[in-house]
């Protein structure tokens, strides 16, 4: 039970590519979620889902997409990297949105 | 406007010597308050769920208590090994339903 997985650890991007972080989680839960963790602020969602083909916007979306084709996977996708994405990335899933979440271990986004 | 507030943003303590941590919050309609763990590098890990005013629950070291304004970690005699932030977020109910995390206390207990 490996619990949620985000790939890659590190990346480094340049302003205007675009990439896609990796999400799973192999504990069967309907509800999953990004969050981006800055210096001096709280976790902020940038979008969740609550099952397969259902995404939601969250506090923060502009700049991201997500997609939601099976329970397990929620990848999140840049289409054109900013600066101000530079951040730490938190994927998280529960059963339902009132239960803690489990985190992975987060991908740091450095964009120059 | 809903909002969390964590104190202090950092505290160092020798090991043993017990303290609190403080997450104080203004929100309209409390579901729920957690407390989570996180260690440099890694994802928050869970520590303990709120649901009312005078509730407790311990694990361990730590000690977590809700009031209607503000919830403290209360950690007793602690180790080294409790180094970590401790991070609190507060489930809003209603037609908000959201869940808003504190910025955070950066623990550091020395041996």
């Known amino acids: 039970n490996a619990g949620v997985t985000q790939t890659p650890k590190f990346q480094v991007l340049k302003t205007g590519q675009s990439m896609t972080l990796q999400c799973a989680q192999d504990?069967?839960?309907?509800?999953m979620s990004w969050y981006r963790q800055d210096p001096g602020m709280g976790l902020r969602l940038i979008h969740y889902s609550v099952g397969a083909g259902i995404t939601d916007q969250g506090e923060v979306p502009n700049g991201y997409n997500v997609s939601r084709s099976t329970t397990e996977d929620f990848p999140l996708r840049l289409l054109s990297a900013a600066p101000s994405q530079t951040s730490v990335y938190f994927c998280a899933s529960t059963l339902d949105r009132e239960r803690p979440l489990h985190f992975g271990n987060g991908t740091r986004l450095t964009v120059t | 406007e809903d909002q969390v507030t964590q104190s202090p943003e950092a505290l160092r303590l020798q090991e043993g010597e017990s303290s609190s941590l403080n997450c104080s919050y203004t929100v309209s309609g409390l579901r729920g308050l957690f407390w989570y763990r996180q260690d440099p590098g890694k994802g928050p890990e869970f520590l303990f769920t709120l649901y009312s005013a005078g509730e407790e629950k311990e694990k361990e070291r730590l000690k977590a208590t809700l009031t209607k304004k503000e919830s403290f970690l209360h950690i007793t005699a602690p180790k080294p090994e409790d180094s970590a932030t401790y991070l609190c977020a507060v489930q809003v109910g209603g037609a908000t339903n959201k869940l808003i995390f504190g910025t955070g206390t950066l623990l550091a207990v020395q041996p």
């Open positions: 504990m069967n839960h309907e509800y």
